[in-house]
C-alpha cells in the first residue's frame, strides 16, 4: 500500500469561483491544487463577452495570493444564450483564453435565468463554434416540470443530446457534472467528439446522503445526488481508464445562509479537498493507479491542450476537514465538514 503519491498536477474542468471578497476566499483552495480551472461564466449578470472574460480572468489573477501568482491559469468561458452572435464566438476562439461556451438551459441551476429557453434558436452560434473548433460545455437537464427531477438528465439526452450531436457532428461537447448510468452509456456510445466531466460528490454519494438523519441541505446540487446503482456507474466510469471521462469539480460555493434557507441555493463546495476526494474514492475501488489520466490526462487531452509538466504530492495521512470555511463576508460548509480525509496535499 502507497503511502505516498507523485503524479502531474491535475486540472479542474469545472469550476465555480464567484466574485469579490468571495472569490477571494476559495480560490487558493483551488490554486494549490490544480493546475488550471475551467471557470463557468454564471455570476450575476452573466459573461455574456469576450470583454466580460476579459475582465473576470484579470479579477481572478489579481486575487491569486502572492506565492500561488503564476502558477494556476483560469480558462475562460461564455454564456450561451438564445441571442448570442456568432462575431461572439469567433471573438471568444481568437482570443486564445476562452476556451468553451457553456449551455444552461433556462432556469435548470442556479444563476441560470438567463440561459437558452430552446436550443433551436442558437444555431448560428453552435454552427460557429462546430467550424471553429470552440467545445460547448452543457448542463444536461431538461426544465419541464413534467419531468421527474431525478430523470431530468436522461430526457435531456434523448430530446437535446442526441438531436444536437446529429445536427452538428463536429461539435465538440463536454457532458457536464454527469449522474446517471444513462449518460456514461451515452458518452461511451458517443463518437469521439463527446466527453464528461464527474465531480467527487456524485463519486461519494447517493440519494440517501440528502436525508440521512434528517434533511441535508449542504448535500442538494444540481444535478441531484442519484440511486446508488446510478453511483455505482459513475465510479466504474471514472476508473476505467476511458479516455473521455475526467475531473470536474462542480465546486460551487454558498454562504450557509443560502442553503440553510426555506429555498436552499443548489451546490457542493469541494475545493478544499478536491484531489484528496478523489484519491480516497479511487483508492476504495483499488484502481489509484488511474487517478493520474482521470485527474490530469484525460481533460487537456479532449480540450486540445498540452499536458502540465509540474507534479503534487500526496500523503497518507489523515486529516480533519473543517466545520466551515471563510466565504467572503459569510461562511460555507464544505463537503465532509468535519470528517476526516485520508490524503493530504504535501506543500503548495
Known amino acids: 500500500m502507497a503511502d505516498k503519491l507523485t503524479f502531474t498536477r491535475p486540472d479542474d474542468w469545472h469550476l465555480h469561483l464567484r466574485d469579490g471578497n468571495a472569490m477571494r476566499s476559495v480560490l487558493p483552495d483551488t490554486a494549490r491544487r490544480f493546475a488550471r480551472a475551467i471557470i463557468m461564466p454564471n455570476l450575476k449578470p452573466p459573461i455574456v463577452t469576450t470583454e466580460q472574460a476579459a475582465a473576470y480572468r484579470a479579477r481572478i489573477l489579481s486575487a491569486l495570493p502572492a506565492g500561488l501568482a503564476g502558477r494556476f491559469e483560469p480558462l475562460m468561458t461564455l454564456y450561451l444564450t438564445d441571442a448570442t452572435p456568432p462575431e461572439e464566438i469567433a471573438r471568444a476562439k481568437e482570443s486564445g483564453f476562452v476556451q468553451a461556451v457553456k449551455l444552461y438551459p433556462a432556469g435548470a441551476t442556479t444563476h441560470s435565468d438567463a440561459g437558452v429557453t430552446d436550443i433551436a434558436r442558437c444555431g448560428a452560434a453552435l454552427a460557429q463554434m462546430e467550424k471553429l ?17 431525478f430523470d431530468r438528465e436522461k430526457v435531456f439526452i434523448d430530446r437535446v443530446l442526441i438531436p444536437l450531436q446529429q445536427r452538428f457532428p463536429g461539435l465538440r461537447i463536454v457532458f457536464e457534472h454527469i449522474t446517471t448510468r444513462e449518460a456514461v452509456e451515452f458518452v461511451q456510445s458517443a463518437s469521439g467528439r463527446i466527453a464528461a466531466t464527474i465531480t467527487p460528490h456524485h463519486l461519494m454519494l447517493n440519494r440517501n446522503a440528502l436525508f440521512t438523519g434528517g434533511l441535508r441541505p449542504h448535500h442538494y446540487c444540481l444535478p441531484v445526488l442519484k440511486r446508488e446503482v446510478h453511483r455505482q456507474a459513475l465510479l466504474k466510469a471514472a476508473t476505467s481508464g476511458h479516455a473521455r471521462f475526467f475531473s470536474g469539480t462542480d465546486s460551487a460555493p454558498h454562504p450557509v445562509s443560502a442553503k440553510e434557507s426555506a429555498c436552499g441555493c443548489a451546490g457542493i463546495y469541494s475545493a478544499h479537498a478536491a484531489i484528496e476526494l478523489y484519491a480516497e474514492v479511487f483508492e476504495q475501488v483499488g484502481r489509484l493507479d ?11 487531452d479532449f480540450y486540445g491542450l498540452p499536458r502540465n509538466s509540474e507534479q503534487i504530492s500526496l500523503i497518507r495521512e489523515s486529516w480533519q476537514i473543517p466545520a466551515q470555511i471563510e466565504f467572503g463576508e459569510d461562511v460555507l460548509i464544505p463537503l465532509g465538514a468535519g470528517g476526516q480525509v485520508c490524503w493530504k496535499l504535501v506543500g503548495n
Open 133 to 149: 473548433d470552440l467545445p460547448l460545455l452543457v448542463h444536461g437537464e431538461v426544465v419541464d416540470p413534467a419531468v421527474d427531477v
Open 290 to 300: 488511474r487517478l493520474e489520466a482521470f485527474a490530469s490526462f484525460h481533460g487537456p
